[in-house]
């Protein structure tokens, strides 16, 4: 059973890295953040559209590697509709289940980076996108490091 989750797991990082979705520029964005993993060398750019603090678009372009990748991609499924609270909430919820393996009610689809506790290393690249999303909702014109983040 355990390995069958694994194997599912998996196949859903590799489905996201290979073809993530919401993969483009946001013309008509209201905020946007940069976010650097110096440690892996992934770069991405974040772009919401927000509305009545609620993010009616959000898209994300860069390259890195496939978990980093795949963060962005089930982000931006999971953010878009939000509310600037419930994205909010989601970033704490997802920060400790990438930390301590811990899958909390209502993560849906992003439960598949639970495992990426077991490779410290790998965290700052599933969290990245995640502290980009962070900044852009504060407005922070700084892009975002996970050098200069404790995770």
């Not at 909010?88 to 919820?93: G, K």
């Not at 992003?110 to 502290?131: D, E, Q, T």
Request: aromatic letters at 6%.
């Amino acid at each position: 059973m355990f390995d069958d989750i694994q194997d599912l797991y998996q196949e859903v990082i590799l489905d996201h890295c290979k073809h993530p979705r919401n993969f483009h520029e946001l013309p008509e964005a209201t905020c946007s953040a940069h976010g650097h993993n110096p440690l892996c060398g992934d770069q991405l750019k974040l772009y919401l559209r927000l509305q009545d603090d609620c993010i009616q678009d959000i898209s994300f372009v860069g390259s890195g590697c496939c978990i980093s990748k795949a963060s962005a991609s089930l982000l931006t499924e999971f953010a878009r509709g939000k509310t600037r609270a419930e994205v909010e909430q989601m970033f704490q919820v997802v920060h400790d289940m990438v930390t301590t393996g811990k899958v909390a009610d209502g993560v849906g689809k992003l439960a598949v980076f639970a495992g990426v506790h077991k490779y410290p290393a790998r965290v700052k690249c599933a969290i990245l996108a995640w502290h980009a999303l962070m900044a852009a909702l504060r407005g922070e014109k700084t892009p975002v490091s996970t050098e200069s983040e404790t995770i």
